[in-house]
């Protein structure tokens, strides 16, 4: 499994616009082979600052998400309502000892 997070400051003035289309995208996302997971956040302190944080069951599944029509389509919506550009990182799961999961740890 993998988690993407992405990134995103938008314009005080559009951000009811891009909580629209983020809805949408994960709306979406969740209809995409792989796709097992995601949550949106919106920060306390900062409301222009986002987070979207997505569970897959592996990184080709993520990177044909990535970079389908659909997803670019919608992503060039949102790009314009962004003060910089977006950042993506992919982070794997680590396994400690011979723990059977991620989410285990040795005993």
Do not use: N
Request: glycine residues 2%; neutral net charge; proline residues 6%.
């Amino acid at each position: 499994m993998i988690r993407v997070i992405i990134e995103r400051h938008c314009h005080p003035e559009k951000i009811a616009e891009l909580e629209r289309l983020l809805i949408e995208l994960r709306a979406k996302a969740t209809r995409q082979p792989g796709y097992i997971s995601g949550e949106t956040l919106q920060s306390i302190d900062d409301p222009t600052h986002w987070l979207v944080i997505s569970t897959w069951t592996d990184i080709e599944q993520w990177k044909a998400w990535e970079a389908s029509p659909e997803r670019k389509e919608d992503s060039t919506k949102v790009a314009p309502l962004l003060t910089v550009p977006e950042k993506i990182s992919v982070f794997k799961f680590s396994r400690r000892g011979t723990a059977a999961s991620a989410h285990t740890v040795d005993r």
